[in-house]
């Protein structure tokens, strides 16, 4: 069904293009799930960037991304499909008034028109294969996991007054978990699985390179080091790829070329990386001037 | 080459993984690719493909290298198949059936069990001449003699599974709670043309209790420890979600330990684990292991945690407090309880005791079993 199956070089060479700093073993994760077509399941803490990896895959091979975010009490009407009622309701008294059928009305009303499409549908019957990221799948409640696994294992959905719909395309599937909740094993195994880390130093300075336009590469290289270090404190929120590109972003925005330089803006921009006030009182003006320090 | 890699795959599942007969296949597919040209490249492959956890993540390449590099392979057993050993043993046990599919017939059997106990526990309360009332009020520290003491322990875990059959027939009463969906009925009723004849109610969904429970196992709570141990059991086999923690001077998860069907060697395992090594408790950094590492899993809204614990600290208090807080915000009930308040004349003295006051929404005695079955009415309400 699917035209091409890129090998892991052309998988790492397209996310590089689309501007995706990858690790090396993420291309191979995404070369074997489409070698084996197998759903992808992405593990790690909050703002490592797994969201970031379906977005650049669904880039990689120019495919629409459809995301289905997950959260408690996550039902099949919010996921697969739901019927429109106000519009099934004003057939029924256009066609009433116009003394149709009782029958005949019916089988208009429960027609395509009516049928209101929701992600898990949508990625099913594209005319080509999406990206469906299910995201932070570990939310939503477990008899809904146990519903996916079924539909990721048959590609088709039984809605009873339509009948069934089998799946014109075969979506590729990115799940990602925060480890709210552990997941079934029977989930763990349909997937593969992948641990997003933090990225190190050197991958995330290439990462606030390609994001943050016209920044210095000395500069970059600080802030990743900075921002490496600050993870190691003992920190209620640990700082994500993305506060580190806003921080990033301001420090480049605020003219500083030299983090040694500007200790005073480091202190006060820290904001951006630091999102609870207990973290905030903890990084003392001391502690950042140490870190910094220790960095620069 | 197949045989290399079935080794491979058996090696694997000795070390604790899940590889069933499609990973293995699939890896055969796998081997015919380019990538398995280079172990570099081979490795995260297989990883990717292998894996289904974090913790399979993370000993995944040192068995790699281990057996496809020519390392000793039974040094990298020996490492990691120790400490596994209760995960290959909890892997084992659900597949031989989905969890939920299982589970389920057998909490309804063990809930009608549940009840039959709670009315011969209520009858023998309320005649009051029973010889499990006297045990009830005895202060485990006065129980000596054997028979006695299994007693205790049988009632210690009876009390548990009372306890949770209670917690749940109330939750199904409450349930009366009710409202139209106005969505679904006007679902239902466009075959009436739009006229509510069917109605749709919404009921509350009641999340079930959840009970984490952490037991001081330090030396100053050894007389008390064995019975804790063996009412841990019991709570954590009759409650669908409960988890369970020792600590002294460190934490300890015990729940998988805890879910061995066989009572003996799961406290046996468990004593074991309880037994203090010497140097004092740290009931602030076990609580600060418990908020970082496993407060985000283990923790919901609906969660009730309880600390078992006589407050003899001989970490900062200041560090107790802080930790007392942080938790206090993510759980719904931070219940306390101290054997020592059945003592005569306690007052809480102790400093790590008086840090952490502040912070427990109930403070309560646990020196005999009464005063545990005292705690239901309590943990209904929440």
Same mark, same amino acid.
Request: charged share 30%; net charge positive.
């Given at each position: ?62 495919? @629409? ?6 959260? @408690? ?10 019927w429109n009622y106000q519009r099934?309701?004003?057939? *029924?008294?256009?066609r009433e008034a116009a003394g ?13 028109? $009516? ?7 949508? #990625? ?20 809904? @996991? ?23 395309? *075969? ?21 593969? $699985? ?10 995330? #300075?290439?990462? *606030?390179?390609? &994001? ?12 990743? !080091? ?13 700082? +994500? ?56 | ?18 590889? +069933? ?5 699939d890896a055969l597919t796998v ?63 659900? !597949? ?14 063990? &809930?009608?069990? +549940?009840? +039959? ?14 010889? #499990? ?27 548990? &599974? ?134 985000? !899993? ?36 931070? *219940? ?47």
């Amino acid at each position: 069904m699917r035209v091409m199956t890129l090998d892991r070089n052309e998988i790492s060479e397209r996310l590089a293009a689309v501007g995706y700093v990858a690790d090396r073993d993420i291309a191979t994760a995404l070369w074997l799930m489409e070698f084996l077509k197998r759903p992808l399941l992405l593990e790690g803490e909050a703002g490592v960037g797994k969201t970031e990896v379906a977005k650049s895959l669904a880039a990689v091979h120019g495919a @629409e991304l459809i995301r289905l975010q997950c959260y @408690e009490g996550l039902d099949q009407n919010a996921a697969l499909y739901e019927w429109n009622y106000q519009r099934q309701l004003l057939a *029924i008294k256009a066609r009433e008034a116009a003394g149709e059928d009782a029958d005949r009305v019916e089988e208009h009303i429960f027609s395509e028109r $009516y049928l209101l499409e929701r992600p898990l549908l949508a #990625a099913i019957r594209r005319p080509s294969p999406p990206v469906l990221l299910v995201d932070e799948v570990d939310r939503a409640d477990e008899e809904f @996991e146990a519903f996916l696994l079924e539909l990721l294992s048959d590609f088709q959905v039984s809605i009873p007054e339509l009948g069934t719909i089998t799946a014109t395309s *075969i979506p590729r599937v990115v799940l990602t978990s925060n480890g709210t909740r552990e997941l079934s094993d029977a989930l763990r195994r349909r997937c593969l $699985y992948h641990y997003v880390d933090f990225p190190d130093v050197e991958r995330e #300075a290439n990462i *606030i390179r390609v &994001r943050t336009p016209g920044i210095d590469t000395a500069l970059a290289l600080q802030i990743a !080091r900075m921002v490496s270090a600050i993870r190691k404190e003992d920190l209620q929120k640990v700082p +994500g790829v993305a506060e580190t590109l806003d921080w990033a972003a301001t420090l480049a925005g605020l003219g500083v070329h030299d983090l040694r330089q500007a200790s005073d803006v480091v202190h006060d921009t820290m904001m951006c990386l630091i999102k609870t006030h207990e973290d905030r009182a903890r990084l003392t003006r001391e502690v950042s001037e140490r870190l910094l320090g220790k960095v620069a | 080459m197949r045989e290399r890699l079935a080794g491979f795959a058996r090696t694997l599942r000795d070390n604790g993984f899940a590889i +069933g007969l499609a990973e293995t296949r699939d890896a055969l597919t796998v081997l015919t690719q380019p990538v398995a040209r280079r172990p570099e490249s081979l490795k995260p492959a297989f990883r990717s493909l292998f894996c289904a956890t974090h913790s399979d993540w993370e000993r995944f390449d040192e068995i790699f290298d281990a057996y496809w590099l020519g390392a000793n392979v039974r040094r990298a057993r020996g490492v990691s198949g120790g400490a596994d050993a209760h995960t290959s043993l909890r892997r084992r046990a659900d !597949r031989a059936g989905p969890r939920g599919a299982l589970g389920q017939p057998d909490h309804v059997g063990r &809930r009608t069990e +549940g009840d +039959g106990y709670s009315d011969a526990d209520g009858l023998a309360r309320r005649e009051g001449a029973s010889r #499990a009332e006297n045990l009830a009020v005895t202060d485990f520290r006065h129980i000596t003699d054997p028979a006695d003491m299994a007693r205790a322990h049988a009632l210690a875990e009876r009390l548990a &599974r009372t306890m949770r059959a209670r917690l749940v027939r109330r939750e199904q009463v409450r349930r009366r709670g009710r409202r139209l969906d106005l969505r679904r009925t006007i679902h239902r009723n466009v075959s009436h043309g739009g006229t509510p004849v069917e109605l749709a109610w919404r009921r509350r969904k009641n999340k079930p209790l959840r009970l984490v429970v952490l037991l001081d196992a330090s030396g100053s709570m050894s007389l008390y420890t064995a019975f804790f141990v063996r009412l841990l059991h019991g709570i954590v086999d009759a409650f669908r979600e409960a988890e369970a923690f020792v600590f002294h001077t460190r934490l300890a998860h015990v729940s998988p330990s805890l879910r061995d069907r066989d009572v003996t060697r799961a406290v046996d395992k468990l004593s074991l684990m309880a037994q203090g090594i010497g140097g004092g408790t740290r009931i602030g950094e076990s609580l600060a292991t418990f908020n970082r590492w496993h407060a985000r !899993r283990v923790i919901n809204s609906r969660t009730a945690v309880m600390i078992v614990s006589d407050g003899y600290d001989t970490g900062e208090p200041q560090r107790l407090a802080d930790e007392m807080r942080r938790l206090r915000r993510r759980c719904r009930r931070i *219940i306390w309880l101290n054997p020592l308040i059945g003592w005569r004349d306690y007052s809480p003295q102790a400093r790590g005791m008086q840090a952490a006051l502040p912070y427990v929404d109930l403070f309560a005695p646990a020196h005999n079993l009464e005063s545990f079955a005292a705690l239901e009415p309590y943990l209904a309400r929440i």
